[in-house]
C-alpha cells in the first residue's frame, strides 16, 4: 500500500488507505516518526497506520488540553503512552493537563520523563512546577508522603525501603477512597513480586480485587498463581487493560500453559501495538510462532522474521 503526501502551502498531511492525519507543519515530528529509518520492516504499512492513528489521537487530546478539559485530554494522552511510553510530546501534554488539574507533583514526574525521552527543557515551566509541587508535598497529610516516598524508592530500585513506606500508608487502610485503596494495594503487590514473595503479593492482590475489580490486580493475581502452582488461566484472561509489558508475560505464559489461542491472541494485540525491532520483539515473534504451530496454523511469514533476526540476542 502505498502512502499517500498532501502539501499545501507550509502544511502537510498523510494517508494510508483508510486511515488519515489532519493538516501539519512539515516540521511536525510524526514525519520523522514515520521516516523509513524508524518504520518496522516488517510491518511497514501497519506501523505507518497506527502511527497515523496514534497522530490523530494525541491531536484530539491537544484539542482537549486547550479547552481545558483535562481528563478526557488526559484519556488521549495515556492511549498514546500505551503504545509508546517514550513519546515526549504525549509526556509533556499530560504533565501540562496534570498542571491544569493542579496535580503538580505528578505533573513534575511527566515533565521530567518527558525530557529524559527527548523533549526540550522549558526552565521557566520547570521552575514553576518546583515551586508548587514543593507546595504541594509540604500539604500532604503523612499517609499520602508515605504513598510518594514510596513512590520515589521504587524509581531508585530500593523495594525494600518502597515496602516499608507502602506499608506506613496501609496502617490505616479505611481512611483510604477506594480508587486510591486499590492503587496503593497494587503497589505493595508489585514490590512484593519483585522480591520473589509470591504469596504475599497473591493476598494483596485478592484485597485488591475486593476492594475494586480492575485489571492490573487480575493480572498480578493470575502472574502469582501460575509462579505458585496455582490455576491462573482466569485471572489472566480478566486482565485485558494492561501495559505492553504485561501482555508480552500474559502471552508467553499462556504458551507455557499451552491454552495456544489465548496466547495468540495476546501476541496479536502486543504486536499490533509493538514496532521496535529488539528483544521483546523478537520474543513476542517466537511465541507467537509457537502458538500458531501449535494450533496448525501458518507460520512461515513469522518464521521467515525469525531468519532475520536470527543475530539479535
Not at 520547570?126 to 500532604?140: A, H, M, P, W
Not at 490486580?217 to 480478566?238: H, P, Q, T, V, W
Request: a positive charge.
Amino acid at each position: 500500500m502505498k502512502l499517500k503526501i498532501e502539501e499545501n502551502s507550509d502544511m502537510i498531511r498523510f494517508a494510508l488507505g483508510d486511515v488519515t492525519t489532519g493538516w501539519m507543519k512539515r516540521d511536525d515530528t510524526f514525519v520523522q516518526r514515520i521516516s523509513e529509518d524508524n518504520l518496522n520492516r516488517f510491518y511497514r504499512d501497519k506501523h505507518i497506520a497506527r502511527e497515523i492513528e496514534i497522530k490523530n489521537i494525541l491531536d484530539d487530546g491537544i484539542k482537549l488540553l486547550n479547552s481545558k478539559r483535562f481528563k478526557k485530554a488526559i484519556d488521549c494522552f495515556d492511549k498514546v503512552l500505551f503504545y509508546d511510553e517514550k513519546h515526549f510530546e504525549a509526556l509533556m501534554l499530560k504533565s501540562q493537563a496534570l498542571f491544569g488539574q493542579g496535580h503538580f507533583v505528578k505533573s513534575f514526574r511527566f515533565y521530567k520523563r518527558a525530557v529524559r525521552c527527548g523533549a526540550d527543557e522549558d526552565v521557566e515551566y520547570r521552575k514553576t512546577l518546583l515551586k508548587k509541587s514543593g507546595e504541594e508535598r509540604g500539604d500532604f497529610p503523612k499517609i499520602k508522603r508515605n504513598i510518594y516516598a514510596g513512590d520515589e524508592a521504587v524509581a531508585k530500585g530500593d523495594f525494600k525501603a518502597a515496602l516499608d513506606f507502602y506499608d506506613k500508608a496501609l496502617v490505616n487502610p479505611s481512611r483510604f477512597k477506594n480508587k486510591i485503596l486499590y492503587k496503593l494495594l497494587n503497589k505493595k503487590a508489585f514490590i512484593l513480586i519483585r522480591l520473589e514473595r509470591f504469596d504475599g503479593a497473591l493476598a494483596s492482590f485478592d484485597v485488591s480485587i475486593k476492594v475494586h475489580e480492575n485489571d492490573m490486580a487480575y493480572y498480578g493475581r493470575g502472574f502469582c498463581e501460575y509462579k505458585l502452582g496455582f490455576d491462573c488461566e482466569n485471572s489472566l484472561i480478566m486482565a485485558k487493560n494492561i501495559s505492553k509489558k504485561y501482555i508480552l508475560q500474559k502471552a508467553q505464559i499462556f504458551n507455557k500453559l499451552k491454552i495456544y489461542e489465548k496466547a495468540l491472541e495476546s501476541f496479536n494485540l502486543f504486536l499490533d501495538n509493538y514496532f521496535v525491532i529488539d528483544l521483546k520483539f523478537k520474543r513476542a515473534i517466537e511465541g507467537k510462532c509457537e502458538a500458531l504451530d501449535n494450533l496448525g496454523l501458518d507460520s512461515s511469514f513469522e518464521k521467515d522474521i525469525l531468519l532475520e533476526l536470527s543475530s539479535l540476542k
